[in-house]
């Protein structure tokens, strides 16, 4: 922008503003209507405007006159930056000497004197890195803005005046305050200055002649040169300066460069999107400490599988979703695996998946087979929030079987890696997210024998905004095939090499089992044994003598093999009487305790009931759950039953 463009009481304006007067002398006078008002007449102007005839509208009484709008010619730099409520220093050359600072600067931080470098007067440009920015704008002669930078200064000064570079701010409690800098180019035009033939004591600061007038000879008004003198904005530093541009005769060669520095106040703003900012962030917080609590705090750890699983919230730009995952021991060595992911984001996600956690928790003990469980989750999410929608694997891990049997509800493919490091999906088709109704879900299988390892994980691990979803689903199956380690290193490693950093935006569920190949001592205390139940009721003491030549080649404490022999004599008996043919009996032992199960054709789940004095029957279900730690009964897949109980082993 032009600076002098801005006052009349810049050097070299009064001839500007004297070519006005003049022309307005001698334009003609307007031409009286019979209204009384007048019309322009000058500049070929029409007294008609509108060219068909029709007089011209009478001005309103107490009007002014057209030719009358007030002009700007007359508007002092120092009034308009003066009263401007921002920050504002006028600076020139290029060491950036000070020409003019408005009351606002003065009164945050002080007066300095006219004349001496920003680098040296005004440190606070130099804490706020503008004086690069100045040297780019004086170069470049392009505006440069920075946005929000913080000012910290001492309250008003009680004697204003000049300090030194390495002063402190003026006395008083020291205010923070956010300013926008706007640098922008200026030019100033030099002083004039007397023709050298008039000595130097008798012109005055200003360039002129001691009588007033300048050196060709224009009438100069006092009042400039008295507020050249009293604001500073063209000190005498500056017209020692000029004197190289100007001629002899006083003619000015070239502008003075410089730069306007302005500095908006936008604290207000800056605090009301720091408050939007601090809701936000506590918002965000309630929802990632309301789905943390609603997360499973320690994993439940099966005997046959090693388990590890991390979540990670998105990033702080990120509401936090609705991800979550589940390890539930079903008894009989069986444990179900869980992932899933509510659509939407904050607090309201988070509650949806709460109420769905706690609902599979409960189906799973009704040891249902997957799809099951999920058909009964379909319904319950339509009826939580019609809404919301969810996807799901529920997964199950039988170590009589070293299968991984599961049922999905539009989530994303199982990845199981064989010992040989060979990684597979999980290939059976999934059906349509939960809460959406009308379809039947499906189970399908897939082996996990010893030395074998699955990974369950959520959208966020591999979606990218960027990618097809598959793309990082193969990404995935990379990293997994080469991923060695625990569990939790394992989860570790699949975050970091995909790319999960904290800024993610979007929040990640990881759950990565193991099924170990034991060895050595570890393989002494995992033992199976099966006995299949032929014939009628001399099955009975056939399966009592299996079960206690098993159980004391396994040295367990006589108490526990009296207590193992009791429970499988009953289930037997339990079996011959109510079931159907294939019939076994199953003992299992792993490092924590003893399973006895017994299987047989018929699907009719037997329950405990409480036997009257006289009955001679209805005991042996409430005999297994007095003498051992659990119990239950589900179906089998292929059509049956099996009822089992467990007994927890003696430490050491």
Same mark, same amino acid.
């Given at each position: 922008m032009n600076f002098t463009r801005w006052s009349a009481r810049l050097p070299r304006t009064q001839r500007r503003n004297a070519a006005r007067a003049d022309r307005g002398a001698r334009r003609p006078k307007p031409a009286a209507t019979a209204g009384g008002g007048s019309v322009p007449a000058a500049r070929g102007e029409r007294a008609d405007p509108s060219g068909r005839g029709e007089p011209p509208a009478a001005a309103p009484s107490g009007a002014a006159p057209p030719d009358a709008v007030p002009t700007l010619d007359g508007l002092s730099v120092h009034d308009l930056l003066g009263q401007v409520p921002a920050l504002v220093a006028v600076v020139y050359g290029p060491e950036h000497r000070i020409a003019y600072l408005n009351d606002t600067y003065v009164e945050l931080f002080g007066s300095r004197a006219p004349g001496t470098p920003a680098r040296l007067a005004l440190p606070e440009l130099t804490e706020l890195g503008l004086l690069p920015l100045m040297d780019q704008v004086l170069r470049s002669g392009k505006p440069r803005t920075v946005k929000s930078r913080r000012v910290t200064a001492a309250g008003p000064a009680t004697t204003p005046g000049p300090r030194q570079a390495d002063a402190a701010p003026g006395p008083g409690r020291a205010r923070h305050g956010y300013y926008t800098f706007t640098c922008s180019p200026i030019e100033m035009a030099a002083p004039r200055v007397v023709a050298p033939a008039q000595p130097a004591d008798e012109r005055a600061v200003d360039g002129s002649p001691v009588d007033g007038s300048p050196v060709d000879g224009s009438p100069l008004d006092g009042s400039i040169r008295e507020a050249v003198l009293r604001k500073g904005v063209m000190p005498e530093a500056v017209a020692t300066e000029a004197v190289a541009t100007v001629t002899v005769t006083g003619t000015v060669t070239e502008p003075v460069r410089g730069v306007l520095v302005f500095g908006a106040d936008v604290t207000d703003q800056v605090e009301s999107a720091e408050r939007l900012r601090a809701g936000e962030r506590l918002q965000r917080e309630a929802a990632v400490t309301l789905q943390r609590s609603l997360l499973p705090q320690e994993l439940e750890q099966p005997d046959d599988l090693r388990v590890a699983a991390t979540y990670q919230p998105g990033g702080t730009? =990120?509401?936090?979703?609705?991800?979550?995952?589940?390890?539930?021991? *079903?008894?009989?060595?069986?444990?179900? *695996? %869980?992932?899933?992911?509510?659509?939407?984001?904050? !607090?309201?996600?988070?509650?949806?998946?709460?109420? *769905?956690?706690?609902? !599979?928790? =409960?189906?799973?003990? #009704?040891?249902?087979? +997957?799809?099951?469980? *999920?058909?009964? #989750?379909?319904? #319950?999410?339509?009826?939580?929030?019609?809404?919301?929608?969810?996807?799901? %694997?529920?997964?199950?891990?039988? +170590?009589?079987?070293?299968?991984? %049997?599961?049922?999905?509800?539009?989530? #994303? +493919?199982?990845?199981?890696?064989?010992?040989?490091?060979?990684?597979?999906r999980a290939s059976e088709p999934t059906g349509p997210p939960l809460g959406t109704g009308g379809w039947l879900h499906t189970t399908g299988s897939v082996p996990l024998g010893p030395g074998a390892s699955a990974v369950l994980y959520t959208d966020g691990l591999v979606e990218r905004r960027d990618k097809d979803i598959y793309d990082g689903v193969a990404a995935l199956e990379r990293v997994f095939a080469g991923a060695t380690g625990s569990p939790q290193v394992m989860c570790d490693r699949l975050i970091r090499a995909l790319g999960i950093t904290a800024e993610h935006d979007d929040d990640v569920a990881v759950l990565v089992l193991q099924h170990p190949a034991r060895t050595g001592h570890d393989a002494e205390l995992f033992h199976n044994a099966a006995l299949e139940l032929l014939g009628g009721v001399e099955a009975a003491p056939r399966a009592r003598a299996f079960a206690s030549g098993v159980l004391a080649s396994w040295r367990f404490p006589m108490e526990l093999r009296d207590l193992g022999v009791l429970a499988a004599s009953e289930l037997v008996a339990n079996s011959l009487q109510h079931g159907t043919p294939p019939m076994r009996l199953r003992l299992r032992r792993t490092d924590r305790r003893l399973i006895i199960e017994v299987t047989d054709g018929d699907e009719h789940l037997p329950r405990r009931r409480r036997a009257e004095p006289v009955d001679e029957a209805g005991r042996g279900i409430s005999i297994v759950a007095t003498i051992a730690s659990s119990w239950g009964s589900r179906r089998t897949p292929g059509g049956g039953k099996a009822v089992w109980c467990e007994f927890a082993l003696p430490a050491g």
């Open positions: 730009d =990120a509401a936090v979703g609705g991800d979550w995952y589940d390890v539930i021991t *079903l008894g009989a060595g069986r444990t179900a *695996l %869980v992932i899933g992911d509510v659509m939407g984001r904050g !607090v309201r996600a988070a509650a949806v998946m709460g109420q *769905l956690r706690t609902a !599979v928790r =409960a189906y799973a003990r #009704l040891d249902l087979p +997957p799809h099951e469980v *999920l058909q009964l #989750l379909d319904g #319950l999410a339509a009826e939580i929030d019609p809404h919301q929608i969810a996807t799901c %694997v529920y997964a199950v891990h039988d +170590p009589n079987e070293n299968r991984l %049997v599961y049922a999905s509800a539009g989530h #994303l +493919p199982i990845l199981v890696r064989d010992p040989d490091g060979t990684v597979r």
